[in-house]
């Protein structure tokens, strides 16, 4: 397993397990008039395309992929795309722990699947199995069971105090 592509698989889960379990200083750290889901928003969307080029990087594309990509990728990006939808950019990246109020959601996939968006997720990486080797994918998918436990385990008394 090249190193550096490994790393950069790895590279938001450090960062996640921090906002999940220290929201004060990451709210903090943004200031006053800066939305702390948006800008763990805009720095998450950067460490996705560090993610992708480490991907790419060990990937070799072929065309046209196996039969089971398209069901699999569509299943889990159509996952990823309602929880956005449901919760928006606030609860979809960590508005309730930055001290926000995000209401519950029970439309689908919410009570039908746990934590779908990690689901969506993992569907989509081994929807490409075909084209990238099976350690990054499992690394990438060991990311999101590690945060997928840290996020289980939410202490509402550890919620951050938005800034006044």
């Not at 159509?78 to 929880?83: G, I, S």
């Not at 439309?107 to 746990?114: D, L």
Request: glycine residues 8%; hydrophobic residues 45%; proline residues 9%.
């Amino acid at each position: 397993m090249g190193l550096a592509a490994a790393i950069g698989v790895i590279s938001p889960f450090p960062l996640y397990y921090w906002l999940w379990t220290y929201p004060q200083t990451w709210v903090e750290l943004c200031g006053k008039g800066r939305d702390p889901s948006k800008v763990m928003a805009l720095v998450s969307h950067f460490l996705k395309v560090i993610q992708f080029i480490a991907l790419f990087s060990v990937s070799t594309l072929s065309w046209p992929p196996p039969l089971y990509f398209w069901p699999v990728i569509a299943f889990g990006q159509f996952l990823n795309y309602r929880v956005y939808q449901l919760l928006g950019e606030s609860g979809t990246y960590y508005g309730v722990r930055f001290g926000k109020d995000i209401p519950w959601v029970t439309e689908f996939p919410f009570g039908f699947i746990q934590d779908p968006q990690y689901v969506g997720s993992i569907m989509s990486l081994f929807a490409c199995l075909s084209w990238v080797p099976f350690q990054y994918i499992l690394l990438w998918t060991l990311g999101y069971v590690f945060m997928i436990h840290v996020e289980s385990k939410e202490d509402p008394t550890t919620r951050a105090k938005p800034i006044s």
